[in-house]
């Protein structure tokens, strides 16, 4: 072979590269559930309420109508683990202030032995 053919005539070779990820992929489980921040309230309390809120946006005009389309109230467990989290993280800087984004609680798993 001479000194031409090898810079000339080379042969296209197409090589196949397999793409691979640069991390394993790991398949997760969701063992976290997220709690919510508001409750609806019972039926009971409904009326109350509304009734309220209405008397107070309507101010002094009473001729106007409203629809309460949503009432809800403050999850008490929420409230209580915020609480708990904000005066923990708190020990150590009483001046700073904290805002809580999500509350998750990890869910129950139960097996069964036969």
Known sequence: MG???RLFNKE?????IEETPLSPIREEKNEWQEIAGYIPVESEE???VSLIATAIAAGDRPESTFIVKRIS???????LVSVIATSIASADHAESQFVIQS???KKAVSFFII
Do not use: D, S, W, Y
Request: net charge neutral; hydrophobic share 30%.
């Open 3 to 5: 000194l031409f053919e």
């Open 73 to 79: 109230k403050r999850n008490p467990e929420a409230q």
């Open 103 to 105: 509350i998750k609680e």
């Open 12 to 16: 296209i070779t197409e090589t196949k």
């Open 46 to 48: 409904h009326q109350v």
